[in-house]
T-cell receptor, first 113, second 112 residues
């Protein structure tokens, strides 16, 4: 019930491609779904987040798609750049979880020039 | 604001020694979280505080781990005695609201 499952574990795309990272959750009480970006040697940084009352949110080249009935959400990176190479984590929280965020296992993205 | 500040950035210690990790949250944030990151287990929440009070410590692995928040601008995570399996990167994060957490740079702990 507490798990957030993230896939794929790693992803390689060419510059300009659109990597897609998927996450699935089980606890229907979750009401906050952020994505974090982490570069080597740094802490995770909040990238974009969505609440379940909308199906899509865009910020710059980053888009979250949310499917409440399927309990799935995904991150799309438009026109990906080598500087986007990082590890991406989805998370879920809110609702009856208090301040907790449950993180997925992470996706290591490599964008080739 | 300088963001969440953690110290030390790196710590190497011998098995059995006491280790203390420190965190200064972002001013005005009333939630503070301690996370541990390993390759095997990913990012795990150890404990979190709200207004300096521990709310959920169910992620603390065992009694060797303890955390305190004596005031709104400082928290410590202590491991006593330390073991090699405690080697990980420990992150502190803070938030003004329950869910928008901002992470520090982390402390890389190596127990030999």
């Amino acid at each position: 019930q507490q798990q957030v499952k993230q896939s794929p574990q790693s992803l390689i795309v060419q510059k300009g491609g659109i990597p897609i990272i998927n996450c699935a959750y089980e606890n229907t009480a979750f009401d906050y779904f952020p994505w974090y970006q982490q570069f080597p040697g740094k802490g995770p940084a909040l990238l974009i987040a969505i609440r379940p009352d909308v199906s899509e949110k865009k910020e710059g080249r980053f888009t979250i798609s949310f499917n409440k009935s399927a309990k799935q959400f995904s991150l799309h990176i438009m026109d990906s750049q080598p500087g986007d190479s990082a590890t991406y984590f989805c998370a879920a929280g809110g609702g009856n979880q208090g301040g907790k965020l449950i993180f997925g296992q992470g996706t290591e993205l490599s964008v080739k020039p | 604001d300088a963001g969440v500040i953690q110290s030390p950035r790196h710590e190497v210690t011998e098995m059995g020694q006491e280790v203390t990790l420190r965190c200064k949250p972002i001013s005005g944030h009333d939630y503070l979280f301690w996370y541990r990151q390993t390759m095997m287990r990913g990012l795990e929440l150890l404990i979190y505080f709200n207004n300096n009070v521990p709310i959920d410590d169910s992620g603390m692995p065992e009694d060797r781990f303890s955390a305190k928040m004596p005031n709104a601008s400082f928290s410590t995570l202590k491991i006593q005695p330390s073991e090699p399996r405690d080697s990980a990167v420990y992150f502190c994060a803070s938030s003004k609201y329950r869910t928008e957490a901002f992470f520090g740079q982390g402390t890389r702990l190596t127990v030999v």
